[in-house]
C-alpha cells in the first residue's frame, strides 16, 4: 500500500505588509505615530518651557516620559522626552534664579 500525501496549499494571500509610516523615520517625525503621549507632552511643554512659567512641569512630564519608553521599547519619542527634560531643567533653573531675584 502506498500513501499518497496531499500538497500543502500556497497561503491565502500575499504576506502582511507593515504600514509605510512605520518604516519612514522623517513621517514617525512629524506625525506622533507609535509615540509615548507623554514625550509628546513633554516636547511640547519644554518647548513653552523657554516663557519660564511651565518649566517645571515639563521637567516632570520628560522623566515620566523617559521612564516609560524605558519601560515600553516598542514606543518612539526619546528624543522628544529628553528634549523636554532638558529644557524643562533650564527653564527651571531660570525660573528659580527669576524669583530670587
Do not use: C, N
Request: glycine letters at 10%; hydrophobic letters at 50%; a positive charge.
Amino acid at each position: 500500500m502506498s500513501q499518497t500525501t496531499t500538497p500543502v496549499p500556497p497561503p491565502a494571500g500575499p504576506p502582511p505588509i507593515k504600514p509605510f509610516i512605520e518604516d519612514s523615520a522623517l513621517l514617525r517625525m512629524v506625525v506622533p505615530i507609535g509615540r509615548s503621549w507623554l514625550a509628546i507632552a513633554a516636547g511640547y511643554l519644554g518647548l513653552f518651557s523657554l516663557v519660564l512659567i511651565p518649566a517645571p512641569l515639563a521637567l516632570v512630564v520628560g522623566v515620566l516620559a523617559v521612564l516609560d519608553l524605558r519601560r515600553h521599547p516598542e514606543k518612539h519619542g526619546m528624543g522628544r522626552a529628553v528634549f523636554g527634560v532638558v529644557a524643562g531643567l533650564l527653564g527651571t533653573i531660570g525660573l528659580v534664579l527669576t524669583l530670587l531675584r
